[in-house]
């Protein structure tokens, strides 16, 4: 079942490229029949999502990505069946994306002292487009001035550790994530937990935090992921009794490393996140109805 489901993509109001009713539109045609909308530290795209999910006979599982830090390191919480209206939450999420602004703001200020950018302001357009304004917005903007070729070579370049345009930020504790997502009903997953740059044993101590402090599940089944990493995770799931999600960090059409709703199963003795969720028993009930 899990080659029918995406529990994790994104639109243009965050980092996506594409408007909720287009991606879902892609992930129908990619036949995904439970999907869920999960932006950067924004429900904005929810509703438009939703519609367009019913008039496609598509179930929909109302979602958010909410950045994180935890020692130091940025990690991002994905909320499962959230209530976007939630007091707590609307407030969580404001917080984040002025951060979001003043540090976008400071990065455009860094970038302005190169002599590249001397008579250029990088980032006023992201300021004054972008809802949730974010790095990659930067990234697309520095290659549309033809000052990088890709948004990778714009975070090598100009934004990552150590560049000109590097501006750290210190983001809200995780228990203020997952804390803010249970508040508004949902379900806390830790995302890509394979891709933060810790070691085995941090990342083992930040699954066991996570599930101490109300997370539900992890991220375990992604495009791309090496088998050596599938093992890992699964590994972690089992040990912290944690659930497992799948989803596919969907931003743009074209990247074949990222294809809506196509995963590997999930391992032996690990409980789907998806059997907890709103749209999986609405389509149970429709099959039992048919069969």
């Known amino acids: 079942m899990f080659d029918l489901i995406d529990l994790h993509t994104h639109s243009h109001h965050s980092d996506g490229t594409v408007a909720p ?23 904005a795209g929810l509703a438009e999502a ?11 599982t109302r979602g958010v990505e909410i950045t994180a830090g935890w020692r130091g390191q940025e990690i991002h919480v994905v909320g499962l069946d959230i209530d976007p209206a939630n007091a707590q939450l609307v407030t969580h999420l404001a917080h984040l994306v002025q951060l979001r602004r003043t540090r976008v703001a400071a990065i455009g200020e860094r970038l302005r002292r190169s002599s590249q950018f001397r008579d250029i302001d990088p980032v006023a357009g ?4 972008a809802e949730v304004p974010t790095r990659t917005h930067v990234a697309r903007a520095i290659m549309a001035l033809g000052l990088a070729t890709t948004t990778q070579d714009a975070f090598d370049r100009w934004l990552g550790r150590g560049c000109k345009g590097y501006v750290p ?14 508040a508004a009903g949902g379900h806390a997953v830790l ?6 740059k810790v070691s085995s044993a941090v990342l083992d101590a930040l699954c066991q935090q996570f599930r101490d402090c109300g997370g539900s599940a992890l991220e375990v089944s992604l495009p791309a992921t090496s088998p050596n990493d599938a093992a890992r995770l699964a590994r972690l799931a089992r040990k912290h009794a944690l659930a497992g999600s799948a989803g596919s ?29 709103q749209a999986w028993d609405t389509l149970q009930g429709k099959i039992r109805r048919h069969v």
């Open 191 to 196: 995302a890509h937990p394979h891709r933060y």
């Open 249 to 277: 960090d969907f931003h743009e059409p074209g990247l074949p490393w990222r294809p809506l709703g196509r995963f590997a199963k999930l391992a032996d003795g690990i409980e789907p996140l998806l059997a907890r969720l």
């Open 126 to 129: 992201v300021l004054a487009s």
């Open 169 to 182: 930020q210190e983001w809200p504790d995780m228990a203020a994530a997952v804390t803010a997502i249970r």
């Open 50 to 60: 939703e519609c367009a999910a019913r008039d496609a006979g598509m179930h929909f």
């Open 21 to 43: 009713r287009e991606l879902v539109a892609l992930a129908a045609v990619r036949k995904v029949k439970v999907l869920a909308l999960t932006d950067h530290d924004s429900t």
